[in-house]
């Protein structure tokens, strides 16, 4: 078993080894309780300004010989954060307008890991007038593949839910890579989609050779 400060924050958590296997087995388990998420996300990434609190647990085993039979789930929750620091919520304000004037403080997300990827099933950024959620699958070789959505007033009991089928012209599908995102409207015409940087998504008009003129 460990026990130790975290950034600012507390992790504590036991690791089993087991030698006497073949491919060298391990299992790993690790709680966080209020780690700096600005000082840690600056660290991993040089993100800057996040802010927030974060708290969550994991429970990872697999082989010392490969990723491949490697297992896990969890759950993270960031409290009194400024999320929109981050890259990828931020880029995401610039096609939903409203994200960009809210504060988003919280956010939560469980995980489970398998088949060489971390599969997130409900995550949740409260944004207080609009809310996102989103579920998909981030690769060990860093693409990506979800499907994020916009909710008005969701918070507010009754009002979210009948305004929850407009959520469909805010949904979008996020994919290449982590260090090169590509964003894609899921239900927009496919002539606007020239507007996401998407030119081979539009149809083009065929260019006719024709032969010139003779005198």
């Not at 010989?65 to 759950?75: V, Y």
């Not at 507010?156 to 982590?178: C, I, N, R, S």
């Amino acid at each position: 078993q460990f026990s130790s400060d975290f950034y600012d924050g507390r992790l504590t958590g036991d690791a089993v080894f087991d030698f006497s296997a073949i491919e060298g087995e391990w299992a790993f388990h690790c709680r966080v309780d209020r780690a700096d998420f600005d000082r840690l996300t600056h660290d991993l990434w040089d993100y800057k300004e996040v802010m927030g609190r974060m708290t969550g647990w994991g429970e990872i085993n697999g082989t010392l010989q490969n990723s491949r039979g490697l297992k896990g789930l969890g759950e993270i929750k960031i409290a009194d954060g400024v999320l929109w620091k981050i890259p990828l919520f931020g880029e995401l304000s610039k096609f939903i307008p409203l994200l960009g004037v809210q504060k988003a403080t919280k956010a939560v997300a469980g995980f489970t890991i398998n088949n060489e990827k971390v599969h997130f099933e409900d995550m949740n950024v409260n944004a207080g007038i609009m809310s996102l959620t989103a579920k998909g699958d981030y690769k060990f070789d860093e693409s990506l593949d979800f499907i994020v959505q916009g909710h008005f007033f969701r918070w507010l009991f009754g009002v979210g839910w009948v305004l929850d089928p407009f959520t469909k012209a805010f949904e979008y599908h996020l994919g290449g890579k982590l260090t090169d995102r590509k964003w894609k409207p899921r239900f927009v015409p496919k002539e606007m989609l020239f507007q996401f940087g998407d030119d081979d998504a539009t149809d083009k008009p065929k260019t006719e050779h024709k032969d010139a003129p003779t005198h």
